[in-house]
């Protein structure tokens, strides 16, 4: 009887090991996709681990809805767009990610605790602390990894957009070609949006600061500033954008210059860590390898 037992417990924990291991390859295997503002859909993903524990987050939307928490789903919303996960996943998901990943973690590693007894709770309070940092960091991250391809791309469309417009094409209209002929990415995806807010009725001066305000670049408030003054001065338009791209080049060069003067003394660290080591090696292996050979002769 004993032994019926046994079998029965060991096939039910191989049964429901092999449905978590079925559910998580299930879940690695989906592709999610957020909706470009013309209706276009762009593959993005979350983190795994994020994509599971993410039916859980509904039973925080009665905390979440209190006042106390309205600041950080702001904030948390602004960021989430900023990363280009804007309908992907909400503000108040991600807060709710934030409070069950240490959650999730602490209960998983739980039998690690009682393993090693008080020996191992700081090992799981660092555990449940990593996994409490960890999604807002890998937020900020994903964050300045788009500003950084806005930033990359800004000058390049700012030359294509001064061409169009000096060959007799309007501001929008040069916005939409570039956006047709040019491939979706980070900065494509933010004119597209800026295109149709103005398609629907916004005026030009509040969608560029719709732009400036979501991405958050100093560079592209920059722009947004110099456009919005050139339409209500009548400023000529390929003058501002021309302008703003030798700037961008220029500040560019000067920020490659700063991190070409600050290479020595990066290297610094590294090169001590590991010279004398090598001289070592270099010095005593010779030595060494004598010394083997006349012990094995």
């Known amino acids: 009887m004993n032994n019926l037992l046994f079998y029965i417990t060991i096939s039910c924990w191989g049964l429901t090991i092999m449905a978590l291991i079925w559910w ?10 957020v909706t470009l503002a013309d209706g276009r859909q762009e593959v993005r993903t979350l983190p795994l681990l994020f994509r599971l524990i993410l039916p859980l987050t ?18 948390a919303s602004w960021q989430l767009t900023a990363a280009g996960f804007e309908g992907l996943l909400s503000a108040r998901e991600f807060i709710a990610i934030k409070f069950l990943m240490p959650l999730c ?15 191992g709770f700081m090992p799981w309070v660092m555990i449940v602390l990593i996994f409490w940092i960890w999604p807002l960091r890998w937020l900020r991250s994903s964050r300045a990894k788009r500003a950084k391809e806005i930033l990359r791309a800004l000058p390049f469309v700012l030359d294509l957009l001064t061409l169009s417009v000096e060959a007799g094409l309007d501001f929008m209209g040069a916005v939409q070609r570039n956006c047709e002929r040019r491939k979706i990415d980070a900065l494509n995806e933010e004119l597209l949006r800026m295109q149709r807010e103005i398609q629907i009725g ?11 305000e979501r991405v958050r670049i100093p560079q592209m408030r920059t722009l947004c ?27 560019r060069f000067e920020r490659a210059e700063k991190q070409a003067n600050e290479a020595p003394t990066k290297i610094l ?29």
């Open 202 to 212: 916004t005026t030009r001066r509040v969608a560029l600061q719709n732009l400036s």
């Open 225 to 251: 500033t110099a456009l919005i003054q050139a339409d209500e001065l009548g400023v000529s338009i390929g003058t501002i954008l021309r302008i703003q791209s030798e700037q961008l080049r220029q500040e």
């Open 24 to 33: 998580v390859l299930h879940v690695a295997s989906q592709i999610t996709y």
């Open 269 to 297: 660290f590294p090169l001590l860590l590991f010279i004398f080591p090598a001289t070592l090696v270099v010095l005593v292996g010779p030595v060494l390898t004598a010394a083997m050979k006349d012990f094995l002769a």
């Open 105 to 119: 973690a602490g209960i998983a590693f739980s039998p690690f605790l009682l393993i090693m007894g008080s020996d």
């Open 58 to 75: 509904h039973n925080f939307d009665k905390l979440l809805r209190k006042p106390s928490f309205q600041g950080a789903i702001q904030e």
